[in-house]
């Protein structure tokens, strides 16, 4: 089975230009979650979907970052505009299931640098 | 509110030495409870969970873990540590029920293995 797929897998840009990562969850997977992994720290939640519905964007800096998931398949994250401190690798997981005890499957994430 | 605490940032083993790592969780009652492990330029990768009944959990690449309620830890085992162990290790608390579904991660530890 495909696991989840991401693009691109490193950005550049610089503070206050715009960017936008893309996630194609597992097949099947009503669930996609989008984290941020600042280095030297644990994956931290940005926002998660049930299907097309956000379920959870209460870490989501919503001055700045947008998520979408059209048709409850594939997601975009946006930052519009950068800082530094959003340098980061940007992590998309998908589950069959919103509750906890569903496994997340991992995607290999989006390093983004922020100049 | 939920927290996780893995004390150690960096350990170093020898290839066949036993490895420990530790984790430690903070949250009203007993949470899911999940060790993932991350390589460079990869994902996350689920090594094991526990949800209930027999407190000893095995998992993926030899690894176990062992709840203790009484020390609300969770520590990663593993007998024997082979050269492709080296990575970095992430516990996560996720809560039960009340539609609370976020997973909560720990820092992480970075495991290097001496030949």
């Known amino acids: 089975e495909a696991g989840v797929a991401q693009s691109p897998r490193y950005k550049i840009i610089e503070k206050r230009q715009s960017v936008a990562f893309w996630c194609n969850p597992i097949s099947g997977h009503a669930t996609l979650y989008w984290y941020q992994q600042i280095l030297g720290q644990g994956p931290k939640l940005l926002i998660q979907f049930q299907n097309n519905g956000v379920v959870d964007d209460s870490q989501l800096p919503k001055d700045r970052f947008s998520a979408e998931r059209l048709k409850g398949v594939d997601s975009t994250l946006k930052i519009q505009p950068a800082k530094l401190e959003d340098s980061a690798v940007y992590l998309c997981a998908s589950s069959s299931g919103q509750g906890s005890y569903n496994e997340q499957f991992f995607g290999p994430g989006t390093r983004l640098t922020v100049l | 509110a939920q927290s996780v605490t893995q004390p150690d940032i960096h350990i170093t083993v020898s290839e066949g030495a036993s490895l420990e790592l530790r984790c430690n969780y903070s949250?009203?009652?007993?949470?899911?409870l999940f060790w993932y492990v991350q390589s460079p330029g990869q994902g996350l990768q689920l090594l094991l969970k526990?949800?209930?009944?027999?407190?000893l959990v095995q998992g993926i690449k030899g690894f176990e873990a062992e709840f203790k309620r009484s020390q609300s830890s969770f520590n990663l085992r593993k007998p024997s540590v082979h050269w492709s162990d080296a990575a970095e290790y992430f516990c996560?608390?996720?809560?039960?029920?009340?539609?609370?579904?976020?997973?909560?991660f720990g820092a992480g530890t970075r495991l290097a293995v001496h030949p």
């Open positions: 949250y009203g009652a007993t949470p899911y």
């Open positions: 526990y949800f209930s009944g027999d407190t």
């Open positions: 996560a608390v996720g809560a039960r029920g009340g539609g609370y579904n976020k997973l909560i």
